[in-house]
């Protein structure tokens, strides 16, 4: 069975501009999550969607946002990008909230 | 809120020798603890999980971890490490019972394998 894909895998984008990331889950998984992961910040919590609906969001501006489509796949979304925004943003997917997530490579996004 | 502090963001063994990865929890509720394991250029692996069932947890590639109540930690250990254990540990903790959504992280330990 296929992982967690993620495209792309490299961005560069300037500051101001907009991103979207996607995400496509492991066939069947029907919860995804988002987590950004820079040097400073560590690991930290964008937002979960399950069924196309946000159940969890984290603590983060609302230039982040994301949707999730019906047949489960994920985008996410920053928009008037910042230095700050530059990071790896992993994926993950599993069966329903609250089941153990597999994680894709990331999007490595650099913003100058 | 919920957290974990990972002691050491570098931690370097000789091949053979003890991997001791240490994580401290700070949670108002009983928590649900994992570790991650991530290679470069790599996603996040999920190498064990605490959910109260057992104190003594056992994952994968060797690696186990004991819940210890009294001291609020979750040491991640392996009796022998072996080159291929050279990678970034992340500890998490969760208030659901298994690695679901919000899983909030620790800083991460980058543990170095040398002959």
């Known amino acids: 069975k296929a992982g967690v894909t993620q495209t792309p895998r490299y961005l560069i984008k300037t500051r101001g501009q907009q991103v979207t990331l996607s995400c496509s889950p492991i066939?069947?998984?029907?919860?995804v999550s988002w987590y950004q992961q820079t040097p400073g910040q560590g690991l930290q919590f964008l937002f979960e969607y399950f069924s196309e609906t946000q159940r969890n969001k984290g603590n983060f501006p609302g230039r982040f946002s994301g949707r999730q489509f019906s047949n489960s796949r994920s985008e996410m979304n920053v928009s008037t990008l910042e230095l700050g925004d530059s990071a790896l943003y992993l994926c993950?997917?599993?069966?329903?909230?609250?089941?153990?997530?597999?994680f894709g490579p990331g999007t490595r996004l650099t913003v100058l | 809120a919920q957290s974990v502090t990972q002691l050491g963001s570098h931690v370097s063994v000789s091949e053979g020798a003890l991997v001791l990865l240490r994580c401290n929890y700070s949670?108002?509720?009983?928590?649900?603890l994992f570790w991650y394991v991530q290679y470069p250029n790599q996603g996040l692996q999920l190498l064990l999980k605490y959910t109260s069932a057992a104190t003594l947890v056992k994952g994968i590639n060797g690696f186990e971890a004991e819940f210890k109540k009294s001291e609020t930690s979750f040491h991640l250990t392996k009796p022998s490490a072996h080159m291929s254990d050279a990678a970034e540990y992340f500890c998490a903790v969760s208030d659901q019972p298994y690695s679901g959504y919000a899983l909030n992280f620790g800083k991460g330990t980058s543990l170095l394998v040398t002959p």
């Open positions: 066939s069947g998984h029907r919860s």
């Open positions: 949670s108002s509720v009983p928590p649900y």
């Open positions: 993950a997917s599993s069966l329903a909230s609250g089941n153990e997530q597999f």
